[in-house]
């Protein structure tokens, strides 16, 4: 369809999935993916500042983390589907990149970009559970955000709905004449409702081990993915090789959060004797500023927890003349 709009007008065109200018595709797909990954990127940069942490530093993630979640998500989908060609290395990596909007799991993104994230904390020598609990959780957003792009796919759908009385959005969605049930909408609600939790937990409790709020996402995501996969439209279930994977993955999310939780608040309980307690001598656990320019200075801001414990910023000169700025 864009190809046939491109021949009518050269300059610019709407259609069913996206847009063009020029030669030029955007697809709606790819605009609700980014907008997510952009206010997730926000919101997180207003955790770190919450949490004693240096906010800028949510830019070097994104740069290294949203890429490798994108590859992630790709590798992923294309692994747990079949499709990839495993002969030939050339066959192999056009059926990765082209179109990546053919297929990508969050599953996939979501390891690929927390991995990443890991790594740039174990370089920067930056507190990667902190910083986790900062980022992590409001992957929930841009996940809520970014299923509007299978609304425009016209993908992610359930069973088929026969009765008219129930053929109404958002409980169900037309797909070629045909009505099924919106489980893309019904996910998009549940994890808004994750992350509502999750950001208000993370953002009012002071005393708690670093890396809960992170744990807490994957036992989240990982239930709503379990009870939604199975319901899904086979079409749309990752089970090459006869496996559902995207449903084997959630359950181990759930795992992962549940153990990594305990892990946690059982070794509070130890050294503090409350499990939601912090760590010993550091009773909020988020005393210490944290930066990634170990130069960085902090000063007061009503927004971190700690900000009265700094000074305030100094005023700034004024270029060209001795006139101080406030």
């Known amino acids: 369809m864009a190809e046939n709009l491109l021949a009518s007008n050269p300059m610019f065109g709407v259609y069913d999935k996206g847009f063009y ?16 990954m952009v206010l997730a990127a926000a919101l997180s940069s207003l955790l770190m500042k919450r949490r004693n942490m240096a906010p800028d530093f949510i830019f070097l993630l994104f740069v290294v983390c949203i890429p490798s ?6 590798l992923f989908s294309c692994l747990t589907d079949g499709s990839l060609s495993y002969m030939k290395f050339g066959a192999w990596l056009k059926d990765m990149i082209v179109p990546p909007w053919q297929g990508l799991s969050i599953t996939g993104g979501v390891i690929f970009g927390v ?10 020598k930056v507190d990667f559970l902190r910083a986790a609990d900062c980022v992590v959780p409001t992957i929930l957003i841009a996940q809520a955000i970014g299923r509007w792009g299978n609304y425009f796919n016209g993908e992610v759908y359930g069973s088929l709905i026969t009765d008219p009385a129930q053929q109404w959005f958002p409980w169900a969605v037309e797909v070629g004449g045909k009505y099924y049930h919106a489980f893309f909408f019904y996910e998009m609600v549940l994890n808004l409702i994750g992350f509502a939790l999750l950001f208000t937990f993370t953002w009012y409790r002071k005393r708690k081990p670093n890396g809960i709020s992170m ?15 199975p319901l899904r439209n086979s079409a749309f279930i990752l089970d090459g090789g006869g496996v559902m994977w995207s449903e084997l993955f959630a359950i181990l999310m759930i795992g992962f959060g549940i153990c990594g939780s305990m892990i946690l608040m059982i070794k509070n309980f130890l050294r503090e004797g409350a499990f939601l307690g912090s760590r010993k001598g550091d009773p909020c656990g988020i005393t210490e500023y944290l930066s990634a320019d170990r130069d960085e200075k902090p000063y007061y801001s009503k927004i971190n927890m700690m900000g009265a414990n700094y000074p305030e910023r100094p005023p700034k000169e004024k270029k060209g003349g001795g006139e101080e700025d406030t």
């Open 21 to 36: 200018i020029f030669t030029l595709d955007i697809r709606f797909y790819a605009i609700a993916i980014m907008s997510g």
């Open 69 to 74: 979640a994108v590859v992630g998500a790709r």
């Open 115 to 124: 991995g990443a994230g890991f790594v740039v904390c174990l370089i920067k």
């Open 215 to 229: 744990f807490l996402y994957f036992v989240w995501y990982g239930t709503v993915r379990t009870i939604m996969e």
